[in-house]
């Protein structure tokens, strides 16, 4: 009789499982899904309960075979895909393939790919969860449904190529939001005023006006503020009041696949999806000098903040060895969850605290390491004593005026000595209070009133717009990273400088489907459906109901849209403005080559130009240039050519036109704009340019491409580094220090304000 087969999802797991079930078991792996949907046809019969027509995979043909030969004799197949509903499903999919009269299928969790991690699934085999891969067919059925339906409607409509998805369409609209809010922010001027003040012993402080005449200080403008440091100038100071509390601060609990995703972005300045491929690779084994590899974390798509009694445990009596008895808990501190339909999993943690990150980095890529330590030390942090923190607050009166300043001091660092939940802050930031006594009075050296503005909402980035996700309800957490990825490589949006951009292309498939689909760019709709998708995992919404009823609304909003959406490619999208040739709506129109503006009156008029956007969103006309000189012959008809300026630049058009429609550019590289650099490439004799990337975006490069290479996104300026002597500085600036130049030189660090 044949060995017990178990069947795991990576081939890469293959080698860590043998390590440990020996020769008591086959072990083969599926290489991820092996049946799916049809590629070139909706795989959905809607009137027959929405049945799915799955067929196998082309590709995997040979896995299989393979997976048919090895199973050939086996009474017993495990199969143990991830535990998650898209294992569940992979589980299925091989059942149904390797189904066979008295042959035994038994689902395993494999948690962490340790010894006690297999042994403990193994021991507790389980029967395959239908209500789980239930709910994976009816979000595969869901998205198939949105994506194969509305998809054709985007190419026949703008353009072929694009794409529409139930959460990605979702995500740009987002983003798209943010943009038009901070395009449309109006800034309200606002004041602030500190006080230099000194006490009878150093050091002095700075404070800041907090209430006058004991209401909240609203200073709106420079009459109001200069009228205030008047009073001020003859104002006496006295402390009014100290205050001194000890907070206490408690650890986070151990990474999620949502929190680990956003950590990794903000301190490793990983992409979501490199954070979940590292993590992958940790999760499924590496040789750590063990004879062989081993799982180095839990499995890492989860919801749960859960942890093992054990793993807890073994993570106390690390820390006790380590920092001593007054950093570990007298007893496990455990965390709730908000979601208990995720809670087959445990959180993400190292599958023994003991392999410390630096005791085992020989061994890593300098990815895994950086990952590993961040999910190991946020572990063992969660199971630390809490910090304690001293907070000092000093009221000072001036007259109807109030000010305050306040300082802390860490009294026990708890936690916080192996993981800081807060970004610290600079030393220049950090004030050293004197000691003082309440009513005594204070000198004052300066008054120091300052304007600003009100900013509006940042960009999201890619960690904050995981978050907005997360916050909002909307996909799983496994799935952001490929939303992200989607949303970029469709062009929708562009990453620059670690935060998003809608595309022109972005904001018009955006408002095309907000207006011919408004419940399915819903945010509450969207999220109300992950909740019904997690529903038919627990078993209390019937799959065939759920689609069902979004079916039945859907189509009828397919039709319409069908119908009424705008096509780009003919009438076009209509704008404010008119056609300065005949005086007719304008209409944004995309072309094989971009976006574009043309009179709505074609063919009778055939006026075209690009367009561009200011920062309210506002459309204008790029000027178009013609003049009329004859400049050659047309080498097609003999008729003269003239010079235009179209949407893609200058070039010479036959007046032939529309029996003759030859045309050749007149642009170049030199016709980009040189803003009076060097190109600083040793040996190269360029100049510096501004240049457009495909998408529009500004950036600064060498006007001798593709000899020379050189490009940046900050703008270099014509003057050398003080400090280091290199040939320019760059404009940069940042919400905290407003525009600046900076010298780009590695280990400079030299920086000027504007």
């Not at 026949?156 to 809010?181: F, M, N, P, T």
């Not at 204070?442 to 304007?451: A, D, G, M, S, V």
């Amino acid at each position: 009789m044949a060995k017990p087969l178990i069947i795991v999802e990576s081939p890469t797991k293959i080698k860590t499982l043998k390590k440990y079930v020996g020769k008591d078991f086959q072990v083969a792996a599926s290489s991820g899904h092996i049946r799916d949907l049809p590629v070139k046809k909706l795989g959905i019969d809607v009137e027959n309960n929405f049945t799915a027509e799955y067929v196998n995979i082309k590709d995997k043909t040979n896995v299989i075979s393979q997976l048919k030969k090895i199973a050939k004799d086996c009474d017993d197949i495990y199969l143990a895909p991830d535990p998650d509903r898209e294992g569940e499903a992979i589980a299925f999919h091989i059942m149904d393939i390797l189904k066979k009269k008295d042959r035994r299928f038994h689902r395993v969790l494999i948690h962490e790919l340790t010894k006690k991690g297999i042994e403990d699934a193994l021991k507790k085999p389980l029967e395959p969860d239908e209500d789980k891969y239930n709910a994976q067919q009816a979000r595969r059925k869901l998205d198939r449904l949105v994506g194969y339906q509305i998809s054709p409607l985007l190419w026949q409509k703008i353009q072929r190529g694009l794409s529409a998805g139930r959460v990605q369409s979702v995500a740009v609209k987002i983003i798209c939001d943010r943009e038009r809010e901070i395009r449309s922010f109006v800034p309200e001027e606002y004041w602030t005023i500190t006080a230099d003040l000194m006490a009878q012993v150093p050091p002095g402080f700075n404070a800041a006006l907090v209430k006058i005449r004991q209401k909240k200080a609203k200073i709106q403008n420079e009459t109001q503020a200069q009228k205030i440091v008047a009073d001020l100038q003859t104002a006496r100071f006295q402390v009014d009041e100290i205050k001194n509390k000890t907070v206490k601060r408690n650890p986070l609990p151990p990474f999620i696949t949502s929190k680990l995703q956003q950590d990794a972005i903000n301190r490793l300045r990983f992409s979501a999806k490199k954070t979940m491929v590292v993590a992958q690779q940790l999760y499924e084994g590496i040789d750590i000098g063990t004879g062989g590899p081993e799982g180095l974390i839990t499995y890492m798509r989860t919801d749960s903040t859960r942890i093992a009694p054990e793993a807890a445990q073994e993570a106390l009596s690390l820390v006790t060895q380590t920092y001593g008895k007054e950093y570990a808990m007298a007893k496990p501190r455990y965390f709730k969850n908000k979601n208990k339909a995720q809670d087959a999993h445990e959180a993400i943690r190292p599958t023994s605290v003991f392999n410390v990150p630096d005791k085992i980095k020989a061994h890593l890529t300098d990815d895994q390491y950086a990952l590993y330590d961040l999910i190991w030390k946020r572990f063992v942090a969660s199971q630390m004593a809490r910090a304690e923190i001293d907070q000092k607050a000093i009221l000072i009166k001036a007259g109807d005026y109030l000010f305050s300043v306040s300082g802390s001091t860490v009294k026990f660092s708890g936690f916080m000595a192996l993981y800081d939940t807060q970004e610290t802050k600079s030393e220049n930031d950090i004030q050293t209070l004197p000691q003082v006594e309440e009513k005594e009075w204070l000198t004052c050296e300066k008054i120091n009133p300052k304007q600003h503005f009100t900013k509006p909402l940042p960009r999201f980035s890619e960690a904050s717009l995981v978050k907005e996700l997360e916050k909002n309800g909307i996909g799983r957490p496994s799935t952001y990273a490929s939303i992200i990825s989607v949303i970029q490589d469709k062009g929708y949006v562009e990453l620059v400088k670690r935060y998003f951009y809608p595309s022109e292309l972005g904001f018009i498939v955006n408002d095309l489907l907000v207006a011919s689909f408004p419940d399915l760019l819903d945010i509450s709709f969207t999220a109300q459906m992950e909740t019904n998708l997690d529903n038919v995992e627990s078993g209390t919404l019937d799959e065939v109901e759920l689609l069902s009823r979004f079916y039945d609304d859907f189509s009828q909003t397919l039709e319409t849209a069908k119908q009424e959406m705008v096509s780009v490619k003919g009438v076009g999208i209509k704008t404010e403005l008119s056609c300065p040739s005949c005086g007719q709506p304008l209409h944004i129109k995309i072309g094989k080559n971009g976006h574009f503006l043309a009179c709505s009156a074609y063919p009778d008029c055939t006026f075209t130009s690009n367009y561009t956007r200011d920062e309210k969103g506002q459309i204008s006309i790029v000027e178009k240039k013609v003049d009329d000189t004859p400049v050659k012959d047309c080498p097609k008809c003999g008729k003269p050519m003239v010079q235009k300026d179209g949407r893609f630049g200058l070039f010479l058009a036959c007046t032939g036109y529309p029996e003759c429609t030859h045309t050749e550019s007149l642009m170049s590289e030199n016709d980009n704009k040189d803003i009076g650099v060097d190109c600083p490439e040793p040996g190269c004799s360029g100049r510096i340019v501004e240049k457009r990337s495909k998408r529009g975006k500004v950036f600064y490069g060498c006007s001798r491409y593709p000899d020379c290479k050189f490009a940046s996104w900050d703008k270099p300026v014509a003057k050398p580094c003080p400090q280091c002597k290199a040939l320019f500085l760059v404009e940069k600036e940042t919400k905290r220090d407003g525009r600046f130049l900076k010298c780009n030189t590695s280990g400079c660090g030299y920086k000027e304000k504007v």
